[in-house]
């Protein structure tokens, strides 16, 4: 039956392939905008290198004050109450305190200046997140300690400092008048990844900064790995519980302090937001993205039925012939709406090539420092679910219409409507 | 012949209903689009009222360096970049500087009790900054050495914010209140755009920083003007200077015109991506447009033919053909324009209303074209159709 459906839906597409060219772009075009987007979404907070576990690592990188009259005060966090408070947490299975932001440091070759993005971490920051090496080894709890000066680089700064990505670990890197030994070459890592991006990875104890200033503020973020994906709201809870058990600074001034630990979706999307933090912060800015991508399918969609009721109205003979053999309304919307999806599979096929196609563009033109984005499992079963949406969405108010059509109208070819 | 188009129309509502719904929606889509465009270009064509070409901005971050001692080296500091060849004029500001995104608002009112107060974002420069930013002022003067022994700090505002506070009086030598601090006005500048080139046009309120000033707190921005043709060889060669004396701080070195592209960079993004969708969209309504009349073009061919057999002239049946389409139109653009017209109404956005009826006029005359173009090739075919050969098919 549904062979047959399909033959029948093969062969209408080819009858006029005027009207098959025009669904198709639209289709095709729909698709490939929307999964473009979702590629972004999915390569900013979806599980890549050097973050595989999202679900297992929580972001803590705020610091709220809430003053008394209202405003509110937003910085990172400071070191010494994060190593104090937040490493010792017993619900995390790994704790690790890096700065929150990256810092420009310089470096010269021969007589170009090479601008390098900087970030100071701790050991633990090597076993919580998964860099991929090509040589050599982060740098130890040991040479963190000791505050020894030894830096993990990405491939592209090897490149673009010692001409190769081959057997630079043990080499001497300048970086702001400072000698740095490379211990370490990593994978670049895109600039999206705002918890962990840099070019340059240097020990947490190689600051200028004063690391035991006790200020509840400062530069600094913390990453909490939880056992299971499971454990992750207890995790939560005892962070929270940890804040809420420090004293207010200046209670003449504040009324309380916040810092919540997030979600990898959720820290950058509440980022983007801007607004204040907390663990179901992404909602309201998930569903308008929901919203725009509906309000946007909108249009394509009801051009695609108004193409569809003009077509199904050509077809009005076959329609009255089945009908006068006993076919019921609702097999005929079966039918048509079969031959629909099978229409928006074709347009999805193609748009997904579009979609690879557009990404490797964007991929070329390095309009986003270091991105790979890239055609994934989840980007795929994204695609599949909105060819599928949108077939259905298209046709079913044709399907219905066809199947309202009565059969001896139909078989004179009386298709006013 | 106008009144009958919207008979024919109005008895195929039914069947006309997607088309309008369609049409509307195309409206409200190229009104979006149109008044962010109409908007940023507006925006983009008014003068910055500065000079960023070959300004540099050094921020010294000192670190773990004691508090004491840190302005002391910031003025040596200040002092060698001065000395060097390419350096023309040097000075502190506060580290909002043009196009590095960050804001400073604080309500400005006049006189002592600060009345009217209005948003305004504050700046803190030092007297050198005139040859940095080279402010054209269109009344009274910059920040000078006489302002060291003044009873009140001066301040320069700019115009729109004068003539907010002091309407129809001259704002010279006027009292203003900025959070419970006193200013006495010294001059007035046309504007000061420092959010960049696409932001809307602000009140700026300029503030003097004396040169012993610890006022701007932990870090140090500064600005400076270069010579034409400074490069990375001056560059590097600041940071060795500053390096030399500022032992173990952090400095960074940019060049506003740097800091200015990246900002367009990404304000540009969006609009890009959205014109390229809005385009996608249009695109798909035409083409659905254009193939939905000519399958009405084949469904109608015994009515038109009688139409032909009665003495309708080719040019007659493409008229009419046109015509019913821009009547179609004109229900959409109706309801979109119901639509469109709520956001001046409403002052939506805070954006002037003129560039919403721009966006309006626009978007109808773009929706009219589309509905136009494709409805020519249609109609050329309704036209061509034989009255013999039509009633014969029925």
Known sequence: MLWNYLKIAWKVLLRRKFFTAISLFGISFTLMILLVVYALFDYTVGPHQPEMRTDRLLFASRMEYQYKDGGVNRSSLGYAFLDRHARPLRTPENVSISESNWSEAVAYVGNQTLKLDQKRTDSEFWQVLNFTFVAGRPYNLREVRDGAHVAVINETTSRHYFGTTQGVVGRPLVLDSRAYQVVGVVRDVPLLRFSCYADVWLPVTTTTDDLRNPDYMGRYQVILLARSAADVPRVQQEYEQMIAHQPVPDPKQFKQIGSHALLLRTAVLSRFARGSQGPGSDQPILRLMLMLALLFMLLPALNLVNINVSRTLERSSEIGVRKAFGATAGRLVGQFLVENIFLTLVGGVLGLALAAGALHLLNESQFLPYSEFGLNGRVFGMALGIVLFFGVLSGAYPAYKMSKLQAVKALKGDTAA | ?394
């Not at chain 2, 060097?84 to 309500?107: A, C, E, I, M, W």
């Not at chain 2, 107060?117 to 002022?137: H, M, N, W």
């Not at chain 2, 035409?286 to 040019?315: D, S």
């Not at chain 2, 159709?385 to 098919?393: D, K, N, S, T």
Request: hydrophobic share 50%.
């Open chain 2, 1 to 394: 012949m106008i009144r009958h188009l919207f008979t024919l129309v109005w008895n195929r509502r039914r069947a006309n209903f997607l088309l309008i719904t369609e049409m509307f929606l195309a409206f409200v889509v190229l009104f979006v689009v149109g008044s962010l465009l109409a908007y940023y270009q507006r925006n983009y064509r008014t003068p910055l009222g500065f000079a960023y070409a070959q300004v540099w901005r050094v921020d010294l971050d000192p670190g773990t360096q004691p508090q004491a001692g840190r302005l002391a080296t910031v003025r040596q500091v200040m002092a060698r970049l001065r000395a060097l060849p390419g350096v023309v004029s040097v000075g502190r500001t506060s580290s909002n500087t043009p196009f590095s995104g960050s804001f400073n608002n604080t309500d400005v009112g006049a006189g002592k009790e600060g009345k009217g107060a209005t948003r305004a974002s504050g700046f803190y420069v030092e007297d050198d900054l005139r040859e940095v930013f080279q402010v054209p002022l269109v009344a009274g003067r910059w920040f000078g050495r006489r302002d060291d022994g003044a009873a009140l700090p001066p301040a320069v505002l700019t115009r729109d914010l004068a003539e907010q506070l002091f309407p129809r009086q001259s704002p010279l030598g006027q009292v203003v209140l900025r959070s419970d601090e006193q200013f006495r006005v010294v001059g007035v500048a046309e504007r000061f755009r420092s959010d960049g080139d696409l932001e809307a046009l602000r009140p700026v309120f300029l503030m003097r920083v004396s040169p012993q000033d610890t006022a701007l707190g932990e870090a140090s921005t500064l600005l400076l003007r270069v010579r034409p043709g400074a490069g990375a060889l001056l560059e590097r060669q600041m940071r060795t200077e500053t390096l030399a004396i500022a032992k173990g701080w952090n400095v960074g070195i940019t060049t506003l015109a740097k800091q200015r592209a990246a900002q367009l960079k990404e304000a540009l993004t969006p609009i890009g991506a959205l014109v390229l969708v809005c385009v996608f969209l249009v695109v798909n309504v035409a083409l659905g447009l254009f193939g939905v009349l000519w399958q009405a073009i084949n469904q109608r061919r015994a009515e038109l033919g009688v139409r032909r057999a009665m003495g309708a002239t080719a040019g007659g049946i493409s008229k009419q053909v046109v015509g019913e389409v821009l009547v179609l139109t004109t229900f959409g653009l109706l309801l979109g324009l119901l639509v469109a017209v709520q956001f001046p109404l409403l002052g939506a956005f805070d954006v002037p209303a003129g560039v919403y009826f721009t966006a309006m006029a626009a978007a109808a005359a773009g929706l009219y074209a589309l509905a136009v173009g494709c409805a020519l090739y249609p109609s050329q075919l309704a036209a061509g159709i034989q009255p013999a050969v039509a009633l014969r098919e029925e």
